[in-house]
């Protein structure tokens, strides 16, 4: 295990980037400029100062138009058409657009951190080694191809003409809160739990990680973050196909931000709104905090709200972000 942890994920790994020969695949990831900011490209930022804090609608600038596509398209070729779109030409249409979202939600953050810098600065932030981008590509594109067909064997009808509810930020908000409470649990269970310590071990050995390290782990635990957890929430919480869809977007988008490490105080777009009067909302600095401990020793287990672990105990302190150290008069385009 020791030898893994050498290779993996760390400070100064991406020199790889400066040079003029690269394959293929590190090559399309060097043009698309999606490779996270090493501390040398990130901004300076002084611990002491106020950080940046942006509301939930704020960020909806950004996702939003990109999340409602697949629907728009669904419903104008059911008003011409009179019928829906193939299955097959629906999943192209949801695994393209969430590709997208996905690899222009790291271009946006990774602008966050060239303008605000990272949280808990004064340490490396860890960058992708040459050997590990191929995993880091094939976790991009299955779970780009996951989801989509997750929410096709889920609810998808081609009898149903393309709907969305009047009530879709509060099917959006109570989906989120079952997906975090079954993703708490079973998180929870791998740190607390000595025989599931190793399912989760991997992830943990980027003790500060950036967007592209997001899915960063082995193949049992990638499986049930992309496909396990959002499939049990479902059936607790069943919502219908372009209200699925939809949330699958906003979920790839604030699952990219939790692994950001991007100095700025923002929320999840889908229940921030809701939680951040009471003080449950989860920011960036939330699950960066819970990285920097390994087994026993973390907290924050949720991943989109901090209402499970305020209701259970884990909820922990933040260091930067805290009320006081907050401006609201910043903006948020990078």
């Given at each position: 295990?020791?030898?893994?942890?050498?290779?993996?994920?760390?400070?100064?790994a991406?020199t790889?980037?400066h040079?003029?020969?690269?394959?293929?695949?590190h090559?399309?990831?060097k043009?698309f400029n999606?490779?996270?900011?090493?501390?040398?490209e990130?901004?300076?930022?002084?611990?002491?100062?106020?950080?940046?804090?942006?509301s939930?609608?704020?960020?909806l600038?950004f996702p939003?138009?990109?999340?409602?596509v697949?629907?728009?398209?669904?419903y104008v070729?059911?008003?011409?058409?009179q019928?829906?779109?193939?299955?097959?030409?629906?999943w192209?249409?949801?695994?393209?657009?969430?590709?997208t979202l996905?690899?222009?939600?790291i271009?946006?953050?990774?602008?966050y951190?060239?303008?605000?810098?990272?949280?808990?600065?004064n340490?490396?932030?860890?960058?992708?080694?040459f050997?590990?981008m191929?995993k880091v590509?094939?976790?991009?594109?299955?779970a780009?191809?996951?989801?989509?067909?997750m929410?096709?064997?889920a609810?998808?009808?081609?009898?149903?003409?393309?709907?969305?509810?009047?009530?879709?930020?509060?099917q959006?908000?109570?989906?989120?809160?079952?997906?975090?409470?079954?993703?708490?649990?079973?998180?929870?269970?791998?740190?607390e739990?000595?025989?599931?310590w190793?399912?989760?071990?991997?992830h943990h050995?980027?003790?500060?990680?950036t967007?592209?390290?997001?899915?960063?782990?082995?193949?049992?635990q990638e499986?049930?973050?992309?496909v396990?957890s959002?499939?049990i929430?479902?059936?607790m919480?069943?919502?219908g196909?372009?209200?699925?869809?939809?949330w699958?977007?906003?979920l790839?988008y604030?699952?990219?931000?939790?692994h950001?490490?991007?100095?700025?105080?923002m929320?999840?777009?889908?229940t921030?709104?809701?939680l951040?009067?009471?003080?449950l909302?989860?920011?960036v600095?939330?699950h960066d905090?819970?990285?920097?401990?390994?087994?026993?020793?973390?907290?924050?287990y949720?991943?989109q709200?901090r209402f499970?672990?305020s209701?259970?105990?884990?909820?922990?302190?933040?260091?930067e972000?805290?009320?006081q150290?907050?401006?609201?008069n910043?903006?948020?385009?990078?």
């Open positions: 295990m020791s030898s893994k942890v050498r290779r993996g994920p760390r400070p100064g991406d790889w980037k040079e003029r020969k690269l394959p293929f695949l090559w399309g990831f043009l999606i490779l996270p900011p090493n501390q040398q990130a901004f300076k930022a002084d611990p002491e100062s106020k950080m940046p804090a942006f939930e609608f704020n960020q600038i939003a138009p990109i999340a409602f697949p629907f728009l398209v669904r070729y059911y008003q011409y058409y019928e829906v779109p193939s299955v097959m030409v629906t192209l249409m949801i695994f393209f657009g969430i590709l996905g690899m222009m939600s271009h946006e953050y990774n602008g951190v060239r303008k605000y810098g990272y949280l808990d600065a340490s490396g932030r860890d960058t992708v080694p050997e590990l191929p590509a094939f976790e991009i594109f299955t780009s191809m996951m989801r989509p067909t929410a096709i064997i609810c998808y009808d081609p009898k149903q003409p393309p709907s969305l509810s009047f009530w879709l930020p509060l959006l908000f109570m989906l989120t809160l079952a997906e975090d409470f079954t993703y708490y649990w079973l998180h929870r269970l791998c740190h739990a000595e025989s599931c190793h399912i989760h071990r991997l050995t980027t003790k500060h990680p967007t592209m390290l997001l899915g960063y782990a082995d193949h049992f499986f049930v973050d992309l396990g959002p499939m929430s479902w059936t919480c069943p919502l196909f372009d209200e699925t869809v939809v699958l977007f906003f790839t604030v699952q990219l931000g939790g950001c490490g991007a100095r700025v105080h929320g999840s777009v889908m921030g709104p809701y951040r009067l009471f003080g909302d989860l920011v600095e939330d905090l819970h990285h920097r401990h390994g087994w026993k020793d973390a907290y924050n949720g991943k709200t499970w672990d209701l259970y105990g884990t909820a922990g302190d933040r260091v972000g805290f009320d150290n907050l401006d609201w910043v903006g948020l385009r990078p």
